[in-house]
């Protein structure tokens, strides 16, 4: 990115945790076999981790559970020391990593809190000061004299990232438990989030939110089974993290096709072959002009038997962020059964109100019930350019009546 040094190198860093084979959970086990011996072997939770996180980067690691993802954030703060490799960090860290590190329950919010910043590297005077920001922050007044140990788990985290946000960090490490708090408070995290990239905080953020990822992450690290599986684009790495939660292995067919991309994702038991973009009359459209009544086509092939496929696609900006999505999911249509051979049309009619720029269309088909798997899903399959006259700066121009006049005095409204 530049030629800055790094504000994070993990260098072939390797963890092994020790456990058990057979375990005595009791007192009486004990008793009746004192002299049982403890068999241990050796679990390897991150495996020769190597990559760099530039200064300013909003860098996410995402992963299934048990991949080793969160083990690697504590190495990074520190909790965790490496069995092999180095990691360096450069500037004052924050992290929010686990429900209530660093809180005593028989205290109220408030020596918490300053206890807590302190831990973080405010001063006590610093500490203090900040106290009715974090709380006003967390939504919390009505219980600042409450104990901790009587708080739930959504004012533990509202409390938590309040403190790690009023810290004066280069660095923040931030761990997936960002989805114990309510709708309102997670819109309240990411305009933070915004707040911080914009600052140009390095931020490391593990989760299974790939919505968060594509929306704020430069780059992206996928894990399994403690190695890193890919690491780059963020919307890739996302793809790539979906398939291998939805594909289904044991669906094999000798008529499904190979992906003819490493980057196309899906069993392969349906697969978009075209797509293009036409007036409401048939009229091909190459570039669309803002306000075009538009059509988007495409054709589905199957090559096995599915049942009431979901079909939709997504439309992202040149930067990657989604402007629209539709579903069949949405509106609660039977699609119908589909046979091996057989061909489907794909037909969305839209107004386009997008401002002046580059398009990229990324349509999924996927198996409905549980799971969701997905038969294809092909980022970026085209794209399209919206001209016009008219550079807003906004994502959509919409139709609008706006007025300014002046108001006479004594007029409230």
Known sequence: MSGRTPAIVVDGVTKHFRR???????????????????????????????????????????????????????????????????????GRMSTFIELGVGFNPDLAARDNVILNGIMLGLTPREARERYERVIEFAELQEYETVKLKNYSSGMHVRLAFAVMIQVDADVLLIDEVLAVGDASFQQKCYDQFNRLRDEAKTIVLVTHDMGAVRRFCDRAMLMERGVTVREGDPILVGEHYLDMNFHNDSAQDDGIPESASRDRFGDGSARFTQMWFQTPDGEPLEVIPQGQETMLKATVEFYSDVEDPAVGITIESADHRPVFATSTVWTAERTGGFSAGEHARLSIRFANQLTPGRYFVTPTVSRRGSGQEICDRYPGMTTFLVTGTRETGGIVDLEHDLTFDLVEEGVST
């Open 20 to 90: 058990p084979e057979e375990q005595m959970h009791t007192f009486k086990e004990r008793a009746l076999h004192p002299f049982r011996g403890r068999n241990f072997d050796q679990f390897t939770a991150v495996r020769d981790a190597t990559f760099t996180v530039e200064e300013g980067e909003f860098f996410g690691i995402v992963g299934r559970n048990g991949s080793g993802k969160s083990t690697l954030l504590k190495l990074m703060a520190g909790i965790y020391q490496a069995n092999d490799g180095e990691i360096w960090t450069r």
